[in-house]
């Protein structure tokens, strides 16, 4: 049910009326939107003891974009030069998220060293639009973050971000093994060295007990007391010690051994991965195309639904239907 919720919150967050619907022109150009909670979050995962999944939202939709269409010089009517005909819906990524001048501190433009604007990249700016929309329906720090402005990072395929997550959790842990191995080390030493300060029990045996007459009691020096009693307390000590570093000992080579084995799976995952990336077979890829011609099937089920061939048009037929109407 938890699940559920999350599932229809994110949801209407970041696809329903809201500034993302506005963003994108109406829901009738969202072709397709589809919540997903396939990926595995393995950290979280093992930390909370049961599985856990990222949602994410997968939206394709047209891009499309408000265009006047102006009276040319051809038109009869000479007042009507230059002024709006009227104003079509048109298929454009590129005006749909136009390059906008970068602002500094004091929300001034940025400039170049030739004076023009610096400015930012479209899908920068698209980013901001979507951090902006997901704070605005409530989402925190904890929910949702902004990726770093300016990163040169690009985009990856899922089989590559995945190649490079169990890459670094690899590393992490073959990290955690060597400083445990290192403890163990260091614990094996002490054990040792305390092993080696051991009272010789051949000293204590060389103590003669003299017989008190009529008595199964036993006398001896006060000397040779003292380095009895002296001897008992430094064994004792000295057997508590050993004790708890013998413990501290076999704790951590458990965890090393539980290291080693995840160490092994995370190894032999990741040469899975990186087989997927560098060997896609025929079959595959055959695969992957019969899917995408049926998402090209629905994609052009639902423009038909909804009467958007119009917004397909070439522009030069668009041209031609104006200067025909121009000379009506």
Not at 64 to 76: F, G, M, N
Not at 107 to 124: D, E, F, H, T
Not at 148 to 155: I, K, L, Q
């Amino acid at each position: 049910m938890k699940a559920e919720f999350y599932k229809q919150e994110a949801f209407a967050a970041s696809c329903s009326k809201s500034d993302t619907i506005e963003i994108v022109g109406g829901e009738q150009y969202i072709l397709s939107a589809v919540m997903h909670a396939d990926e595995r979050n393995r950290a979280m995962s093992e930390a909370l003891g049961q599985d856990v999944f990222h949602y994410h939202l997968h939206v394709v939709y047209v891009p499309v974009v408000e265009k006047q269409i102006l009276w040319s010089k051809r038109c009869k009517d000479k007042s009507l030069v230059g002024t709006v005909k009227e104003t079509i819906m048109q298929v454009s990524s590129s005006k749909k998220w136009l390059s906008k001048p970068a602002l500094d501190e004091q929300g001034a433009p940025i400039l170049q060293k030739n004076g023009k604007p610096v400015l930012r990249k479209s899908y920068s700016v698209l980013q901001d639009d979507f951090f902006k929309t997901m704070r605005n329906a409530g989402y925190t720090d904890t929910d949702v973050e902004r990726g770093e402005r300016g990163s040169s990072e690009e985009h990856l395929t899922v089989t590559q971000f995945k190649v490079e997550r169990e890459q670094e959790r690899l590393e992490e842990i073959t990290a955690q093994m060597q400083q445990k191995e290192q403890q163990a080390a260091s614990l094996e030493k002490k054990i040792e060295k305390i092993q080696k300060q051991q009272i010789a029990v051949q000293k204590v045996e060389q103590i003669e007990p003299h017989a008190v007459p009529f008595s199964s009691k036993v006398m001896l020096d006060r000397s040779e007391y003292e380095n009895l009693a002296a001897a008992a307390k430094k064994l004792y000590v000295q057997e508590r010690k050993e004790f708890k570093l013998q413990k501290a000992l076999d704790t951590a080579m458990k965890m090393i051994s539980e290291l080693k084995a995840k160490v092994a799976a995370l190894t032999s995952e990741l040469t899975e991965y990186k087989s997927v990336r560098g060997q896609l077979n025929t079959a595959e890829l055959e695969q992957q195309n019969e899917l995408l011609r049926n998402k090209l099937h629905r994609y052009e089920m639902v423009i038909e639904r909804n009467s958007l061939w119009h917004l397909f048009r070439p522009i030069r037929k668009t041209k031609d239907f104006t200067r025909q109407e121009e000379y009506r």
